[in-house]
Antibody, heavy 116, light 107 residues
Framework: EVQLVETGGGLIQPGGSLRLSCAASGFTVSSNYMSWVRQAPGKGLEWVSVIYSGGSTYYADSVKGRFTISRDNSKNTLYLQMNSLRAEDTAVYYC??????????WGQGTLVTVSS | DIQMTQSPSSLSASVGDRVTITCRASQSISSYLNWYQQKPGKAPKLLIYAASSLQSGVPSRFSGSGSGTDFTLTISSLQPEDFATYYCQQSYSTPPTFGQGTRLEIK
């Protein structure tokens, strides 16, 4: 059974850093496209970043230069390193398994709150 | 970036009703269109991919159609568990973008 479990969210001050983790089971992260999608409180879905099976990475303009997506093949885990956090980064962050552009498997989400 | 616009933004309907939600892309996306259902406090769930293909395990009362710039999600006979927010998403180009959502409420 495919399962994705995100951890690492919390309350962080503006300008701070946080690393989110997404532990996968039932499939191999490195053989798949994996994405992060976020949802601000009461708002819609926003794509954040993707890492392809070959290692290429892409980012939304809103996070480019501040966020870094990566994976640890030995741990079958996806990461999102978030630096220079802003209030507008406050959201639930979901990791998702990307299948030809559609997101068939999602984690439960982890809440990141950026506030002083 | 490709803009996705859903209509209506909210909708009230009754159990047993037939409901249609529309999604329009700012440029042609062929059939690279997916639909999701999201309930409060839960992750989105994929319903339809490639505009009209039903994801495994999704009830057959859900269907999708369209190509190019105009797409529809139809629920043939609303069930109580269908009251949720629905999002379309284009996977034609990076960045993938979502519609703003359609909230389906009980009348």
């Amino acid at each position: 059974e495919v399962q994705l479990v995100e951890t690492g969210g919390g309350l962080i001050q503006p300008g701070g850093s946080l690393r989110l983790s997404c532990a996968a089971s039932g499939f191999t992260v490195s053989s798949n496209y994996m994405s992060w999608v976020r949802q601000a409180p009461g708002k819609g879905l926003e794509w954040v970043s993707v890492i392809y099976s070959g290692g290429s990475t892409y980012y939304a303009d809103s996070v480019k230069g501040r966020f870094t997506i990566s994976r640890d093949n030995s741990k079958n885990t996806l990461y999102l390193q978030m630096n220079s956090l802003r209030a507008e980064d406050t959201a639930v962050y979901y990791c998702a398994r990307d299948h030809s552009g559609s997101y068939r498997h999602w984690g439960q989400g982890t809440l990141v709150t950026v506030s002083s | 970036d490709i803009q996705m616009t859903q209509s209506p933004s909210s909708l009230s309907a009754s159990v047993g009703d037939r409901v249609t939600i529309t999604c329009r892309a700012s440029q042609s996306i062929s059939s690279y269109l997916n639909w999701y259902q999201q309930k409060p406090g839960k992750a989105p769930k994929l319903l339809i991919y490639a505009a009209s293909s039903l994801q495994s395990g999704v009830p057959s009362r859900f269907s999708g159609s369209g190509s190019g710039t105009d797409f529809t999600l139809t629920i043939s006979s609303l069930q109580p568990e269908d009251f949720a927010t629905y999002y379309c998403q284009q996977s034609y180009s990076t960045p993938p973008t979502f519609g703003q959502g359609t909230r389906l409420e009980i009348k």
